[in-house]
Structures are given as C-alpha cells and as structure tokens.
C-alpha cells in the first residue's frame, strides 16, 4: 500500500507547475500542500494512516527531540555503508565525459557547494517552497543538502524573480542510497518554468539502483514533459538501457542540463539523456524530491551550479588572449580532476590540436578561503593535473606550463559565495 500512496502523491506533485496566475514558488507551494491534505485524508486503509502516523508523526517528532539533545555533529552525520557493486573505471567514466556534448556556461550566476555550513539547518542559499524538512548534513565526512520525507521543493535565493537568460546551464551532484529500487517512483525533479508559465520544463529522475536490474520495479529510468513555445505540452522518457549503467550503489552521479535559446538537453554522468530541439523558453528553476520515507530513499545534494551558456574557445582566445574557465573542477582540498572536468579539458585539447602553433601556460587560482601556505601549493598541483590530463589527450608537453597562482590575483570580492566562485578558476594565458 505504500508504493500505491507514494504513486498517488508523487502524480499529484507532477502537477505542481500545471496552472497559471500565481508566481512559481506560491503555486508549487499551494499545489504540494492541497495534494499530501487531501489525499491522505481519502479512504485509504487504516493500517496506511497507521503507518503513515508511525513514520511520520510520531518517529518525526521523536526525532526532532532527540536532535535538540543530541550532539549535532554525531546526530546529522551519515556514513554510507561500502559498495557492493565496484565503481566505474575512472578511466571509463573520463572517456564518457570526453565525448559529451554539453558546455559548461561560463558566466556564474549561482554557485553553492554546500560548504562552511551549519549542520542541521536549512541551506543558507536556498528558499523552502513546500513539502518535508530540508537541511544540512554531512554525508561521509562533508557537507549536503538532505531532501527528507514524503517530499521536499526548494529554489535558488534570487535577487530576480526571472534570473534565467536565453541560454544557460545547470548542474548538480544528487546522491540516492536507493540501493533495492524499492520504488519507481522514487524520483528527484529539474522544474523549469516562468512567470507566465509556470511548467515549462519537469525532469524526473530515478536512479534506483538494483542488483538484480530485471527484477520489476528496479530499473532506474527518467521521465519528463515539457512546453513548446506553441504552448503544447508533450511527454517522453528515457528508460534503463542508457541509464541504469550509470547508477553505482552508494555513489554521486553528476546531472546537467543546458538550454539555448529553444533547445534542452539533459545529461547523467556526461551522457546525454533527452535532447529537446524546441521549448518554451523558462526563466526560473526548482529542485524536488519525492520518496518513500525510509531513511535509505532520501535524496542528497552538492554543487548545485547555474551559468550563462558558454562563449565558443576560440572566441574567447581571440578577444581576451586567454581563456578563463570554471568548468575545469576538483575534488575538495585536493589536486584531484572530477570526471566532468575531462568535458573541458578535451575541448581545449580539440583547441590546441587544430591550432598547433598555441602554447598556453595554465594558471590555477583559489579563493581566499584558507591560508597562503595551502592555497599556493594546492593551486601549482591542480595546474600541474591540468596539463598532465592533456598531456594523455595528445597534447605535447614542451607546449604547456603549470603555474599555481593561489588566491593573488582575485578578480572578484571574497566576500561573498558569488565572489569566492569567481575567483575558483582556471586560465589557459596565450604565450
């Protein structure tokens, strides 16, 4: 009966976007709220309301007590428990991402990677629109974003209420200890809409993980529907041939989505997934949750990232001499590349092999946060990994030169998380 409840909850949040007249945030909210009071409210079996009154009354209200006397660090940390099912290859994962599609923007308008954050409480950087608790944790020993409960809707705090330009990109890192695929509809939602219309875009994402795929209700899947700018709302999925592949128990998996000027597409781990060539233009974003309410079905989040589409390299050499990116990552406090960075660092290697006469010195520069003596050596070895990775995509090493920078030539204010984001960079300078 629980899985019947959870489907019928999680059609009726589908809807959220569906009206007009009221902005995102009020409809999401309004929308959410009537759909769990009145459903749970309708002639469902006793033993369901008990349940439900178990798992979501009195355990939530224990909890939260406990939590008040509890150590906060002990109480909010969760280990995950190891892998059962290896990892991919780096070296697989790598190749993926080098032959993807999708651009990081260049221009950040939104940044959080859920850092230097007090645990417990709900992200600074976000607005609650409706549904469960949402707060921050640590997941094996760093900071995220918990979506709890029945459902969770949160969206970016904007000084706009339309922030989204024509072109843009987003990504983020979700994490789902789903391990079983104890539902199908265990899903975390891209929402993408406008003033005027408030769905334009719903992706919903299932990474269930099963160790035996064929068994049913276990195969990850992604479904979605979206507006073209005629205003007709079509549908379409991308079920587990492509996806399930991708999904590893107790492992972060990278979305991203783009849009350009009418055209969306939608990646998992760098694969593409739904690739849309005409859609209403939105101008707004949400993040949502919905899942059973066992501890093991709830939803993870980090480095959640908008930009402004991306400038072509060549363009950008040509008129400013250099490239400055920030698509180009690494592991926290580390000079380790994460897999999305090869997106990147392939299309400068592309660059490099059609002009061969560019030589570049590769610059790696830091926020302020820390100390000189760690940010000045950190910054030479991330450069260093830099050239390494293109060094094995064919380029020649006499043509490269790794220069850690630190955090001595900002160029924007370390005093805000926009300013900081800026500042973690990358620069190719022509020699």
């Known amino acids: 009966m629980r899985r019947i409840l959870v489907f019928i909850i999680s059609a009726l949040l589908a809807s959220c976007f569906a009206a007009n007249g009221q902005s995102l945030l009020e409809q999401l909210g309004q929308r959410a709220k009537n759909a769990v009071e009145n459903k749970l409210g309708e002639k469902l079996e006793q033993g369901v309301n008990d349940a439900l009154d178990g798992k979501i009354g009195k355990k939530k209200k224990k909890d939260k007590a406990d939590k008040q006397t509890a150590d906060p660090v002990s109480q909010d940390a969760v280990a995950m428990p190891d892998a059962k099912v290896p990892a991919q290859p780096k070296k697989q994962v790598e190749t993926s991402y080098a032959k993807t599609d999708f651009v990081p923007g260049d221009e950040i308008f939104f940044d959080d990677p859920v850092e230097g954050e007090k645990l417990g409480e709900f992200p600074s950087h976000w607005d609650f629109v409706s549904g469960e608790e949402c707060e921050i944790i640590t997941l094996n020993g760093e900071q995220v974003i918990k979506l709890s409960g029945w459902y969770s809707i949160i969206s970016p705090l904007m000084k706009e209420a339309d922030y989204l330009p024509e072109d843009f990109t987003i990504e983020f890192d979700v994490w789902s200890n789903d391990k079983y695929g104890s539902s199908n509809n265990d899903h975390i939602d891209l929402l993408l809409g406008s003033a005027e219309t408030e769905e334009i875009v719903v992706v919903n994402l299932n990474p269930a993980f099963n160790e035996n795929p064929a ?217």
């Open 215 to 431: 068994e049913e209700g276990a195969q990850s899947n992604i479904s979605y529907s979206f507006r073209s700018p005629a205003g007709d709302i079509r549908e379409g999925s991308a079920k587990g041939e492509s996806l399930t592949p991708l999904i590893q128990p107790d492992s972060w998996l990278h979305v991203a989505a783009s849009f350009n000027k009418r055209a969306f597409k939608y990646y998992v781990n760098g694969v593409r997934m739904i690739n849309l060539p005409n859609v209403m233009r939105p101008t707004r974003m949400a993040l949502r949750s919905v899942s059973n309410c066992e501890e093991k079905d709830r939803f993870y989040l980090k480095n959640i990232r908008m930009a402004k589409g991306a400038v072509p390299l060549y363009d950008r050499l040509m008129s400013e001499g250099k490239i400055v990116t920030y698509a180009i990552t690494f592991e926290t406090g580390k000079a380790d590349l994460k897999p999305e960075s090869m997106v990147e660092i392939h299309r400068v290697a592309g660059l490099m092999k059609d002009n061969p006469g560019l030589e570049f010195e590769v610059q790696g520069h830091c926020d302020a946060t820390g100390s000189d003596k760690v940010n000045d050596p950190l910054s030479q070895k991330r450069a260093e990994a830099i050239v390494a990775a293109l060094v094995e995509e064919g380029i020649a090493q006499a043509r490269l030169t790794a220069v850690g920078k630190g955090s001595h030539q900002p160029i924007a204010s370390n005093s805000t998380e926009e300013g900081r984001a800026k500042n973690r960079r990358v620069e190719f300078v022509k020699k």
